[in-house]
């Protein structure tokens, strides 16, 4: 009795802060307006109807100041289902405004409208904002920068305007169908027919020295390059000829600088570094930008490069683009697994003072999660074009992951329970030579299942994600929404439990919301589950994700009234099943 009474009061006193929060807005609320609608874009010498917000493509970036409120109201204006994410917001106690479809809230249907409301606390820089339904993130995203209270720790002096550089990729054919047609006959993906920067491809494709990102500098001074990979299934190397980077923050989290000839941003991933004029260009020259993919995966790859160029001021004022030019000599190989390893080994949080690094020293639970390809049986009368002829699926502990057809965290909310179950393994179901397995031999058939995992309010949890070599060993950037947390190891090969946490940085390791689980290895993170709701956790792969590569984590709702999930808003999209 004490304790229904105690979850009663600490309910009517959320409801309070809600009306409160409501019926009065701060001075520092940021509105927003989407419209998501259809767009004739041309690209490759294709024109098709492309989904957008706003009729922009990528779509419009929204800069706020840390500490504000933020409401984005969200139209839908096309016959479709959709959804906005907020990708490394960490929505404290707002799990209604994150945005996965039927995780947080059910998609928004034709002609309905709902606002996101949350509030950007104690955290600063890059991140981004995209569609969270079916593939419309081929499309449908932006960058979503945060200013931060106190000036940048930087010690070079900063020109401005930042540079946003979003990277994506670009279908001939409707995206939608693409999808359709991976999880009709159960094969892979068409490849992407292009790369492109802030929604240009440059002039290696066909149809595209017009359609070229050209980006004038000032000599002598420093730019700050807010870099965002978007692309829905590659990871990617990027470098600019002639030109150092210095790497200063990930997923929005400031870095101990370092120098680098080059980076490798896995989808999901955002990072800022600085570039400084310091080239005496040929008046008429220009400097190439290039991203190309990391190459780990066994399915249809595009392995293209999308161009761009640095133009210095005193040059050529006609921005034309260079009939020869070249790749930068700087840019990685496909198969540059030395290097990526290396640039993410560089990758160390700042620690200081005035931005501490508050790595989890102990843990109250610790997960092993193995991360699969799958194949299932053909079923009868069925068409399958994946290997062997059977279906493609993908897994966490052998556990498929469904969706339900009502959003996981209402029924939470509600204490309804259904649609789910609590019973997410935390640990394999057999333990074998993960890495060691052959590819095309051995296979383990998934189950299928919405299973979740549930933890107590603070707990310190720490999760081994250990890749598998079934079908293909590839290098996963796993996503978790509503926290950051801190990769605290990684490497090649099969986890050491009794080993390798001998090796763990405890003191600077880099914080993000999005990991790059090596290709055959493994990458052990840390978090505190101090952000009540439900919370995916997914491969920002998105053919991975489509096949199930994903889990819920469930943060119950802590003693204080603080540490509570607020209700639900008055305009969340109803569940139509």
């Given at each position: 009795m004490e304790a229904k009474v105690h979850h009663l009061l600490l309910l009517a006193i959320s409801i309070l802060a809600t009306q409160l929060l409501s019926s009065s807005p701060s001075p520092n609320t940021k509105k927003f307006h989407f419209n998501v609608e259809w767009k004739n874009i041309t690209r490759l010498c294709h024109s098709k109807l492309v989904l957008t917000v706003n009729g922009k493509f990528p779509g419009p970036t929204i800069a706020v100041n840390e500490g504000d409120n933020v409401h984005v109201t969200v139209t839908n204006k096309v016959a479709r289902n959709t959804t906005i994410h907020w990708h490394g917001v960490r929505q404290l106690r707002s799990a209604w405004a994150d945005g996965p479809a039927y995780i947080t809230q059910c998609p928004i249907g034709a002609g309905k409208a709902y606002t996101y409301k949350f509030s950007v606390v104690d955290q600063r820089g890059t991140l981004?904002?995209?569609?969270?339904?079916?593939?419309?993130?081929?499309?449908?995203?932006?960058?979503?920068?945060?200013?931060?209270?106190?000036?940048?720790?930087?010690?070079?002096?900063?020109?401005?305007?930042?540079?946003?550089?979003?990277?994506?990729?670009?279908w001939n054919e409707d995206v939608e169908l693409v999808e359709n047609e991976m999880m009709l006959y159960g094969g892979g993906p068409k490849s992407s027919d292009a790369y492109t920067i802030n929604g240009l491809p440059g002039p290696s494709y066909p149809c595209s020295t017009k359609d070229t990102f050209v980006q004038t500098i000032v000599p002598g001074k420093t730019y700050l390059l807010r870099i965002i990979n978007a692309a829905l299934n590659d990871e990617l190397f990027f470098a600019?000829?002639?030109?150092?980077?210095?790497?200063?923050?990930?997923?929005?989290?400031?870095?101990?600088?370092?120098?680098?000839?080059?980076?490798?941003?896995?989808?999901?991933?955002?990072?800022?570094?600085?570039?400084?004029?310091?080239?005496?260009?040929?008046?008429?020259?220009?400097?190439?930008?290039?991203?190309?993919?990391?190459?780990?995966?066994?399915?249809?790859?595009?392995?293209?490069?999308?161009?761009?160029?640095?133009?210095?001021?005193?040059?050529?004022?006609?921005?034309l683009i260079p009939p020869n030019y070249s790749l930068p000599q700087n840019l990685p190989n496909l198969e540059d697994t030395l290097f990526a390893t290396h640039f993410l080994n560089n990758l160390r949080s700042l620690a200081s003072k005035e931005f501490p690094c508050n790595v989890p020293k102990t843990v109250d639970k610790s997960v092993v999660v193995t991360i699969s390809l799958n194949l299932q049986d053909c079923p009868a009368n069925e068409t399958c074009r994946g290997f062997?002829?059977?279906?493609?699926?993908?897994?966490?502990?052998?556990?498929?992951?469904?969706?339900p057809s009502t959003s996981i965290l209402e029924s939470h909310y509600h204490n309804l329970n259904v649609g789910f179950s609590p019973d997410f393994p935390e640990k394999p179901p057999f333990a074998f030579n993960y890495t060691g397995v052959s590819p095309v031999v051995e296979n383990m058939s998934p189950s299928f299942g919405t299973r979740v995992l549930r933890l107590p309010y603070g707990t310190r949890l720490e999760i081994v994600l250990q890749d598998t070599n079934f079908l293909n060993p590839e290098n996963h950037p796993i996503h978790v929404h509503g926290h950051n947390f801190f990769i605290v190891g990684r490497g090649f090969g099969n986890f050491n439990a009794a080993e390798d946490p001998l090796g763990y940085n405890l003191v600077d390791p880099p914080e993000r919301?999005?990991?790059?689980?090596?290709?055959?290895?493994?990458?052990?993170?840390?978090?505190?589950?101090?952000?009540?709701?439900v919370w995916f956790v997914h491969c920002h792969l998105e053919e991975h994700t489509s096949w199930g590569?994903?889990?819920?984590?469930?943060?119950?709702?802590?003693?204080?009234?603080?540490?509570?999930?607020?209700?639900?808003?008055?305009?969340l999209p109803p569940c139509s099943v």
């Open positions: 981004w904002w995209h569609a969270h339904f079916s593939w419309q993130r081929a499309s449908v995203y932006g960058a979503f920068i945060i200013q931060p209270t106190t000036p940048f720790p930087f010690s070079l002096p900063l020109y401005t305007p930042n540079i946003p550089l979003i990277f994506g990729e670009w600019v000829a002639n030109h150092t980077l210095t790497v200063v923050e990930i997923d929005g989290v400031y870095t101990k600088p370092f120098a680098t000839p080059a980076i490798m941003i896995a989808p999901g991933q955002t990072t800022n570094v600085l570039l400084t004029a310091d080239q005496s260009p040929h008046p008429t020259a220009m400097f190439t930008m290039a991203a190309r993919p990391y190459l780990t995966s066994v399915f249809p790859f595009n392995n293209s490069t999308t161009i761009a160029f640095l133009k210095y001021q005193n040059q050529n004022p006609q921005n062997q002829n059977k279906r493609f699926f993908a897994s966490m502990n052998n556990q498929s992951f469904i969706r919301n999005t990991v790059a689980v090596p290709v055959g290895g493994w990458a052990a993170i840390r978090m505190v589950a101090d952000n009540p709701g590569l994903a889990v819920a984590l469930v943060v119950e709702n802590g003693r204080e009234p603080s540490q509570c999930l607020l209700p639900p808003p008055n305009d």
